[in-house]
């Protein structure tokens, strides 16, 4: 896996920054958000309410945490599983036949298309170098590891 | 470093449970009117804060389906073109909010005069018969009905439907 820090950093800022983007974007609106989440037709309206309350802050803290360097590791693990979790949700709409909002930064939503699939597999892609990398011990609260 | 390393890392699940317990207080913190609101049992049926359209009326099935047949209103079908000749509410008038949004305005033109008009798209949750109302709403259009169980509840009640064979 990837040792430049260099790289490793701006894996992390591009990363961090989008789901920073998507959280702060869905925070400042819950319900447009959960009635985005209602038009995936997987779950009602309760679950949707609820995800929409607290799935922006989750993205929100995982990106400033994967960027400053708090808990990176499982920063950059709960972000992989979210975008695995994105594209087989967006997968299984396409194979539906749905066409819906995608959601993903609140007003500046666009289609759950193809394309949103690959948009996020690029994402992933990093997110997954970045949980590897033994380069990316850069932390806050852990002392730096000379022996990956 | 190894996926076995990471999970059995303590870190790993301090930062995971640290995330989704922060997220979970800030989420009820940043939101309190909301959530008294959904505990209330607001919401069970849309998302929309009825209040910030005041100029709206929002009608059900039942409202919908009394309008329709009596006659007394025009339906416009805000969902795309494809939709609309895959299946509309008989009579209804095609007005696709996202053509309109493309600046197509000549689609304002056809909407017949009526004492009432009623709006819908898919239901569920679709913004678009919303968006137009708002438009309508602007450009003078009076007497708007947003139907917002729309598509879906009015076939999945078995109510008559239409459909344009030529695309």
């Known amino acids: ?25 869905k925070i400042v609106d819950p319900l447009s958000f959960a009635q985005d989440v209602r038009s995936y037709q997987l779950v009602g309206q309760t679950l949707s309410f609820l995800t929409a309350l607290f ?94 | 470093m190894s996926l076995k390393k990471i999970l059995s890392d303590r870190q790993t699940w301090a930062g995971l449970g640290l995330i989704v317990g922060l997220s979970i207080i800030l989420g009820l ?5 909301l959530v008294k609101r959904f505990i209330a049992g607001e919401f069970k049926q849309t998302f929309i804060l009825k209040e910030n359209y005041p100029q709206l009326v929002f009608i059900s099935l039942p409202e919908a389906e009394d309008a329709w047949s009596r006659r007394q209103a025009v339906f416009l079908d805000s969902r795309s073109r494809e939709d609309f000749n895959r299946g509309h509410i008989p009579g209804a008038v095609s007005v696709p909010f996202e053509e309109l949004k493309m600046g197509d305005e000549g689609l304002l033109a056809l909407i017949p005069d009526s004492p009432e ?48 064979a030529a695309e």
């Open chain 1, 55 to 148: 799935l922006p802050w989750v993205e929100l803290i995982a990106g400033v945490w994967l960027i400053a360097g708090i808990y990176p590791r499982a920063s950059a693990m709960l972000i992989s599983c979210l975008l695995a979790f994105f594209i087989i949700l967006v997968a299984i709409t396409i194979a539906r036949g749905l066409n819906v909002e995608c959601g993903c930064f609140g007003t500046f939503s666009r289609r759950a298309d193809i394309w949103l699939i690959v948009e996020d597999s690029i994402w992933l892609i990093l997110s997954l170098i970045l949980l590897f990398s033994p380069g990316n011990d850069f932390g806050l609260l852990k002392k730096q590891s000379n022996n990956p």
């Open chain 2, 117 to 164: 008009i009623v709006i819908y798209c898919e239901g569920g949750d679709c913004q678009a018969s919303l968006s137009l109302a708002r438009i309508l709403d602007s450009r003078g259009f009076r007497n708007l009905r947003v139907f917002l169980g729309g598509w879906a509840e009015w076939t999945q009640s078995g109510l008559p439907v239409e459909t344009n």
């Open chain 1, 1 to 25: 896996m990837l040792q430049n820090k260099y790289i490793l950093l701006v894996f992390r800022l591009i990363v961090g920054g989008v789901f920073i983007w998507a959280g702060v974007s």
């Open chain 2, 29 to 33: 913190a940043s939101h309190p009117r």
